[in-house]
């Protein structure tokens, strides 16, 4: 397709069409009903190789983004619960927000996995922060439907957020924080709304 050569995966199932999807890492799955024979499968992939390809790339965009979102070198601009900060390091002090820098506060500045596991729990506590008063000032329109729901934060590969509404708990994706707030914003009314 488009003078790639691509493989996919293929799953007979019981379904009534045959569906494609592109997964998070970009890779191509099928699934389809048992009588469908692979000659037809092939034809259909053929016939929707324009949204098969754009979307392979977008997964693509989507991953490097994800492996170039904790670069964490000295000096460069990074995206940050809706601002832009030039990342800085630091040996002391606490990790925080300093005008047009974020400093991170870490014991060995030079090694970078260190660095990232810093952004990274810099990330989460200034996201659980904000997404707990964005719950506060949400839940009142959902009271009736569930108690305060809990938060939890994780790195999630292909969804923003989750929501279990039997136990009450929404999931976002640690993520989030290096986007705009009203993107963060969204996700957390999305959630809401399956209660």
Known sequence: ??????????VRKKVKNVNI????????????????SYQRIEEILRA???FILRAM????ERMD?????????????????????????????ASRVDGENLILVLRKTEDREKRREALKRFAEKRLGEYARQRFAEVYPLFSEATPMPELKLRVMRARWGSCRPKSA?????????FYPTAYIDYVILH???HF
């Open 1 to 10: 397709m488009g003078g790639r050569n691509l493989s996919y995966e293929c």
């Open 21 to 36: 999807r592109i997964r998070p890492d970009g890779t191509l799955f099928v699934s389809a009903p048992r009588a469908v």
């Open 48 to 50: 929707r190789e324009d």
């Open 57 to 60: 790339d977008r997964a693509r």
């Open 65 to 93: 983004q994800y492996r170039n979102a904790y670069n964490c070198d000295e000096g460069e601009r990074i995206s940050f619960m809706g601002g832009t900060y030039t990342l800085r390091f630091a040996e002391r002090g």
């Open 169 to 177: 708990v929404i999931t976002l994706n640690t993520r989030l924080a």
């Open 191 to 193: 959630e809401f709304t």
